[in-house]
């Protein structure tokens, strides 16, 4: 066991203590009997209505079913992960049974921790690393994403309104048969989500797909402004994968009656003031990695050193019909979903995971 594994960071007088920013905060409780878990979060950090959120979901899922503590932190900055990793592995009061790392982002720095923190038990969501100690789980995002870029692409290619009853009035734009896609920080896991998507909206016909990049997590004023200028550019629908700044894309499709599709949560319900806009979110349950690895935890079964990849054929990824508008949909839409969501399973559809290759 290494020198350092319950050696506290020099200056912290406690976890509870540490409530700023990027640090550990009390988000839950902490010490005590049962299991606990610490959490270090994503940036754009809990609130965000989509994969923080879920997260959170699955540590409260895991908290009503076992005697489990919990405790969270939510970065500020990349530069914050290593340090909140191993304040986790660290600490003694409580010892930690299990840190999760939300986020993609964290890889490099939990490689480095998990091999020097031996007996610490790890898992991270969205990234593999390959130490015995962690278990690794990844989704197949391009899958769901499909779905939901199928189900834009039919809609932009028929007359479709909605509307009424203190709802927006939205409809597709007959003289136009193009779909927008507005991603947070562009990398090859959010180019899975672009791939995904425009391939579904290709494979229904000749659709225009548009793409741009908000270059954050945390802010919608661009979002929105991305969206608003593809709306304009002719989209009907757009689909965005990028944390809180989606909740500008939303803002923008009431504003000009069009819409929206959401992601990570079922929006319609997490971000509930859009649900007149969002045709869809395409679920991505990082709930489930988070409770499952807590679960297999309590049961004395960590998954370290193993590889769970999540997609549409075991529900790790879905694309849900917004709670509104939902029922809106066409029959013959849903028919077809169902029919491309068959052959995704089957193999007979093949989705292509980098948008250069649609």
């Known amino acids: ?104 982002a964290q890889a490099e720095a939990l490689t480095e921790n998990a091999a020097q923190y031996g007996d610490q038990q790890f898992m991270i969501v969205d990234a593999v690393v390959e130490e015995d100690n962690v278990a690794s789980y990844v989704f197949k995002e391009h899958l769901g994403s499909f779905q939901v870029g199928h189900l834009a692409g039919l809609l932009t290619q028929r007359d479709f309104s909605t509307g009424g009853d203190d709802m927006t009035d939205a409809s597709t734009n007959t003289d136009e048969t193009t779909v927008g896609f507005v991603g947070g920080v562009e990398n090859s ?109 309590v049961n004395d079964e960590h998954a370290g050193g193993e590889v769970s990849a999540l997609g549409l054929e075991t529900g790790g990824v879905e694309a849900v019909l917004g709670q509104t508008l939902g029922d809106e949909i066409p029959d013959d839409v849903k028919s077809a979903l169902e029919e491309t969501k068959s052959g995704i399973v089957d193999g007979d559809i093949s989705v292509p995971e980098d948008p250069d290759d649609v």
């Not at 500008?248 to 929006?267: C, L, M, P």
Request: net charge negative.
């Open 189 to 297: 896991l959010i180019k899975r989500f672009e791939a995904g998507y425009t391939a579904g909206a290709k494979h229904t016909g000749d659709v225009e797909v548009l793409s741009a990049y908000a270059g954050s997590w945390s802010d919608p004023a661009q979002g929105k402004e991305i969206a608003l200028s593809m709306y304009e550019d002719g989209a009907d629908v757009v689909y965005h994968a990028a944390g809180g700044t989606g909740t500008g894309v939303f803002g923008a499709a009431q504003e000009r009656g069009r819409y929206a599709i959401g992601v990570d949560s079922d929006q319609s319900r997490s971000a509930a003031e859009y649900k007149d806009v969002i045709l869809a979110s395409m679920v991505k349950h990082v709930d489930t990695a988070v409770y499952t690895s807590v679960e297999n935890v």
């Open 1 to 104: 066991m290494p020198s350092n594994r319950r050696r506290f960071l020099a200056g912290a007088a406690g976890i509870g203590t540490l409530t700023t920013a990027g640090c550990l905060s009390s988000l839950g409780g902490s010490g005590g009997s049962g299991t606990n878990v610490g959490v270090v979060y994503a940036l754009g950090g809990l609130g965000d209505k989509a994969f923080n959120d879920m997260a959170k979901q699955g540590i409260d899922q895991a908290q009503e079913e076992f005697e489990m503590n919990y405790q969270g932190s939510e970065p500020g900055g990349n530069s914050e992960f290593p340090t909140l990793q191993r304040r986790f592995a660290e600490s003694s009061d409580p010892d930690y049974d299990l840190v999760c790392c939300i986020g993609f």
